[in-house]
Structures are given as structure tokens and as C-alpha cells.
């Protein structure tokens, strides 16, 4: 510690020391000692609060196939071998009532949907947004997981991050953005955060936020696939098509339970009249993400041109001046009903774009069973825009593509989604389009042998028009393969059943399964499927486990903490 004439020196200097030249005697002094200094130009705001040595912490994760939970935990161990006392716990789990007694809070959350929150931080996320109390005593780090390949990157975290400070919080780090190769950056904010309690008593620094470079991360390997073929699982009476689609690309690296992301290209007649339109040269060249497009394959790859984001339509209103009710509309739609004043306003509404998201579907084939091949169940996405039948744009780019077409591809895994051990039992609920991972499941377990039983929940419209892959199903029930299939179609009886009420059916068996250590699997329709599924199994855990509601609540989240329980909903 300093006192008498050093300390009277060093006051002085800083009295007399711009911000710029505090920064670099900070750098100096850290690189004298052997740190790492801070590079000045990541300093932005000036000091948010004073960081003093906390007797105890809290870290949180929102996670959907956790990455966020692996970060968080690992961040409580550096900061347990720190001295510091250390609690860690999921979202889900967090109780509300804590957050304003909270001193130190750091969170780390990913962004999931279009820029939603993972289902296990919902909960907090809409606590902190819908209530309106004040937390001044918190002190609080947001770090966000997500992907630049999404248009609304990070999103969960910002908002997180922003919230907590209108809620009266104080930012003790700068929010951290992180990409999909987030290992470094993460580890490198949490080191800062540590070492701002370190710095007890010193005014805390704030920088801002750290935005991770929008380069296609490490590891995120692009696939171009060649289309195989494409068939309608559906009959033709049915009021459904799913189209089972098979790719082919060769060294393709994936586990069962993963998922392919694909991003559409928008349809060329769209286009064509937005470039008419709007008078622009389609072979015109534009720069966006550091790289050199057309404007017609800018449009046709890149963005997102069918449904604006209302940012982009609050953009385009500015360019041209008018005033356009803040809603979600193409871009046509926008050039045709409140025109460009003259054809160069367009490079900079095209520049306001979003990128076009990319659409994940689950792979149904097994790496062991399918070799250097993806399957995936689709089904077509029809809607209702003021009484005009409309088609999604990425079913639709799927359904135009023939075999020998080429398409491009990455894989997104799904870490939470995965088989058990071999001599292990599983339970598949996975009605509609929810079977594909199931079909995955049930083709590697045929395919390596693996000795645990497989029992499959699936429900549709009808037996005859929409059971999907039934002749699969059929021929691993006849090989042992499948052990049980419980199938509910609720065109074909009166009394229309679903998968959750089989569930509740099968109970007595199905709870035999479960105390035996089955794996329970649920996929498919977010709304209202999962929830009656979890209703039933509750229920079912309830009646046949001769337990209270609230220790039947108990007996599931324990499933969910041994890894036993795995949804991946839509
Ligand atoms: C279906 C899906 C949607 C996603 N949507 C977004 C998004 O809108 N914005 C974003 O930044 N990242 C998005 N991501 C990427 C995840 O945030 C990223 O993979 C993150 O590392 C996941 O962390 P977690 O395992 O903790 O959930 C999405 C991922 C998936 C699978």
C-alpha cells in the first residue's frame, strides 16, 4: 500500500493526467508487471461503478443445448479458485425473489429463435421485462452466447444486459458478444471481471460492449450437399406435405440428435421485380460483410427481402421520407405501395437489410446407418396473409430444389439432444415433423446394435395418410429393433387422441421405463404439444409413482438434472 510522499505523487499525477493518459500508465504499469495491457481503444464510457471485492457471487446461465451452462460452470471454478464463494444456477432454477438481494450477478445467455431467449431463462427474461421493480443494489455482467449467422445476433443478451441497468443495475463489465467460437473471448471477459475485483476500491473502467468479428467463426463448417432425392411422405389426399429429402456431401460430420442449417434463397421473380422497381442495374456491385456481391445475388442469397424485421421498415421509411406503420412487410410490398424518390436511394435501403436467418431442421438419418448422407424431414409451412394462402420461404426453397441440385449447408449440434449408452432404454414422443431425430435415433441403434429397448410416442392426422416413415417403423418393430410404438391419429377415431393422451394411457408402463432408467426424448410442436406432453408425463409420474404434485415436480426435474429428459421444441 501507498502512503505519506508516494502516495501525495501519485495523487498528484493523476490529478494532472487526462483520461487517455490514465489509460496508458494502466497499460504501462500491467505490462511492467507481466499483464496483459488494455488495449486503449476498447475504452469507451468512462467508470460505472466501483468494483469492491465481493464476499460471494452469483453466475447464472440461460441455456438451450448448453453451451452457456458449460461456460458458467467453468467460470464458477476459476472464480471459487479466486477466493471468491461462488453460486451457480440455471435460470430456470433461479428464484426471482433473490435477484434484489443479489449484490453480484453475472449471467451468461444464448439467443435462440429469432432472437429469443432460451426456453429455461423465459421465465427470467419476462421478470425483469414485464416487472417494474428497481435493483440499484446489483452489480451485474452479461456475457451472450449466439451466432452472426443470425440477424438478431445476440439479441437475449443485450437485452438482458440493458434491462438490468433500467431496472437501476450497475454494469461492472462491458457486455461481452460472442460468436460461436466463443471459448477465448468468454474466458478473456471473465479474467477481466476478476480482475476488477481485484482492483477493489479503483474505479472500474467500463468499456464498450465487445462486439466479436462478424468472420464465419472457427468450426462452423460450410457443406455443399447434392440433393438426392425428395418424396411426400404424406399421401396425396392429405391436407399435409412432408418431403423426406435426402443430401449427399461427402466427409459430412454430425451426431444423431443434431441439426442442418440451411439458408434460403429468395425466389428470382421477387427479385427480379424489386430490381425493376427500383431501377437498379442487377450486375451492380455492393460491398456488405467485407465482401463483394451483385445486388442481384445480394438479394437472392443474402438478405432477408420477404418479411423486414421492423428496424429495416423504420430505415426504409426514413430513406424515403414517408411515414409507414411499424409492422413486418416484404420488400416489394414497401417499393410498391411508397416508392423511391430517385433509384440511388435503394444501395442504402438494401445496405439496412438483415441477413436472411437460417432454417434449422432436425437430420433424421444416423451417421452409422446413412454414410456421407443427410435426411430431413420438412414440412411444407403454409400460411394466411390477409386471406391469401402464402408459402414459407424455406420450405419452399427446399421444395424447388430437384436431385442433382446443389445447396449449401452447415451443421448446428444440438449437445443436449443425445442418445444414452448403449445398454440404455429410450422414449421417443416425437409426433409431426418431431419423428425425424427419432428416425435417427432408432437407425443408429439398429445400426451399432445397441442393446437398450426403443419405444416410439408419434402422432398425426391419419394411420393411412400421414404416418411418417411407416414402413421404416414397421420393419424395426418386426426386427426387434423398435420394442414398443404407441401411435395416436386423431382424424381416425371419435374421441381424437393425441400423443400426451397415449401417454397417459400407457402410464403404469411408461412409469416402469422411467424407474428402470430410460431416457425420455421430446420433439416437435413447442405449442401446445410439449406442454400437454409434460402435463401427462407429470401426471403420469404423479399418479403412478403415488406421489404429491410437488414432488412429482421433483421426480421430473431430476430426470432433467441426470440428463434424462431432453426436448428440443419448436
Ligand atoms: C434454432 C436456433 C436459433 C438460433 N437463433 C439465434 C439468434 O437469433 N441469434 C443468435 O445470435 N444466435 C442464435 N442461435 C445460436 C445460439 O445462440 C448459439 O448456438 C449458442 O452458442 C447456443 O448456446 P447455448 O448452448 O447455451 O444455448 C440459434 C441457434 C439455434 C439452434
Not at 401426471?539 to 410437488?550: D, M, N, P, Q, W
Request: negative net charge; hydrophobic residues 40%; aromatic residues 10%.
Amino acid at each position: 500500500m501507498l502512503t505519506g510522499p508516494k502516495f501525495k505523487l501519485l495523487t498528484d499525477l493523476i490529478s494532472q493526467s487526462s483520461k487517455e493518459e490514465l489509460i496508458w500508465i494502466n497499460g504501462y504499469l500491467s505490462a511492467l508487471l507481466g499483464q496483459q495491457p488494455q488495449p486503449a481503444t476498447a475504452v469507451a464510457a468512462p467508470v460505472s461503478v466501483a468494483a469492491s471485492a465481493p464476499k460471494k457471487i452469483t453466475i447464472t446461465y440461460g441455456t438451450e443445448t448448453g453451451n452457456s451452462k458449460k461456460l458458467a460452470t467453468e467460470f464458477a471454478a476459476k472464480a471459487k479458485k479466486n477466493g471468491i464463494q461462488t453460486k451457480l444456477v440455471g435460470l430456470d432454477q433461479y428464484r426471482l425473489t433473490d435477484l434484489p438481494k443479489e449484490e453480484y450477478f453475472i449471467t451468461v445467455i444464448s439467443t435462440q429463435g429469432e432472437g429469443e431467449p432460451p426456453i429455461a431463462a423465459q421465465k427470467f427474461y419476462d421478470h425483469i421485462h414485464n416487472n417494474g421493480f428497481k435493483i440499484p443494489q446489483l452489480k451485474f455482467g452479461v456475457l451472450a452466447l449466439g451466432d452472426t449467422a443470425y440477424p438478431q445476433f445476440c439479441k437475449a443478451g443485450e437485452d438482458v444486459d440493458s434491462q438490468l441497468q433500467k431496472l437501476g443495475g450497475n454494469r461492472i463489465v462491458p457486455l461481452q458478444k460472442c460468436d460461436l467460437d466463443y471459448e477465448e473471448l468468454a474466458h478473456s471477459w471473465f479474467s477481466d471481471l476478476l480482475k476488477s475485483f481485484d482492483n477493489a476500491g479503483a474505479p472500474a473502467i467500463v468499456a464498450a460492449p465487445v462486439i466479436a468479428d462478424q468472420k464465419k467463426p472457427a468450426g462452423k463448417k460450410t457443406y455443399t450437399g447434392t440433393i438426392l432425392s425428395s418424396i411426400n411422405l404424406n399421401a396425396n389426399q392429405s391436407d399435409k406435405k412432408t418431403y423426406h429429402i435426402e443430401i449427399a456431401a461427402e466427409g459430412v460430420e454430425y451426431l444423431p440428435g443434431d441439426s442442418i442449417a440451411i439458408i434460403p434463397e429468395n425466389p428470382a421473380a421477387i427479385v427480379e421485380e424489386i430490381l425493376a422497381l427500383s431501377q437498379t442495374d442487377p450486375a451492380k456491385n455492393i460491398s456488405w460483410k467485407n465482401e463483394t456481391f451483385t445486388i442481384k445475388d445480394l438479394l437472392t442469397q443474402k438478405l432477408n427481402i420477404t418479411y423486414l424485421l421492423e428496424k429495416s421498415v423504420k430505415q426504409y421509411a426514413s430513406i424515403v421520407g414517408q411515414d409507414i406503420p411499424a409492422a413486418r412487410v416484404g420488400l416489394l410490398e414497401l417499393l410498391q405501395k411508397y416508392p423511391l424518390k430517385d433509384a440511388t436511394q435503394f444501395e442504402a435501403i438494401v445496405l439496412g437489410l438483415t441477413a436472411t436467418a437460417p432454417r434449422i431442421y432436425n437430420i433424421a438419418s444416423s451417421p452409422a446407418a446413412h454414410e456421407g448422407e443427410v435426411h430431413i424431414t420438412v414440412l411444407q409451412d403454409v400460411f394466411t396473409v390477409n386471406g391469401e394462402k402464402q408459402y414459407g420461404l424455406g420450405t419452399s426453397f427446399l421444395e424447388s430444389k430437384k436431385p442433382g441440385d446443389e445447396i449449401s449447408f452447415f451443421i448446428q449440434p444440438n449437445k443436449r439432444f443425445r442418445l444414452p449408452a448403449a445398454d440404455k432404454d429410450v422414449i421417443m414422443i416425437g409426433p409431426g415433423t418431431g419423428i425425424a431425430p427419432f428416425r435417427s435415433f432408432t437407425a443408429e441403434r439398429d445400426a451399432t446394435g445397441a442393446a437398450g429397448r426403443n419405444w416410439l410416442f408419434f402422432g398425426e392426422g391419419s394411420f393411412t395418410d400421414d404416418f411418417l416413415y411407416q414402413t421404416e417403423w414397421q420393419n424395426w418393430f418386426d426386427t426387434d429393433v423398435l420394442t414398443k410404438v404407441s401411435l395416436a391419429f386423431h382424424k381416425d377415431s371419435a374421441d381424437k387422441p393425441f400423443v400426451h393422451h397415449r401417454i397417459l394411457q400407457h402410464g403404469a408402463e411408461l412409469f416402469e421405463w422411467m424407474q428402470n432408467g430410460a431416457y425420455l426424448y421430446l420433439c416437435g410442436e413447442k405449442d401446445p404439444m410439449s406442454k400437454e406432453v409434460e402435463a401427462a408425463l407429470l401426471t403420469v409420474i404423479e399418479r403412478e409413482g403415488k406421489l404429491s404434485a410437488e414432488d412429482a415436480a421433483k421426480y421430473f426435474e431430476q430426470l432433467k438434472t441426470e440428463g434424462r429428459y431432453a426436448k428440443d421444441v419448436y
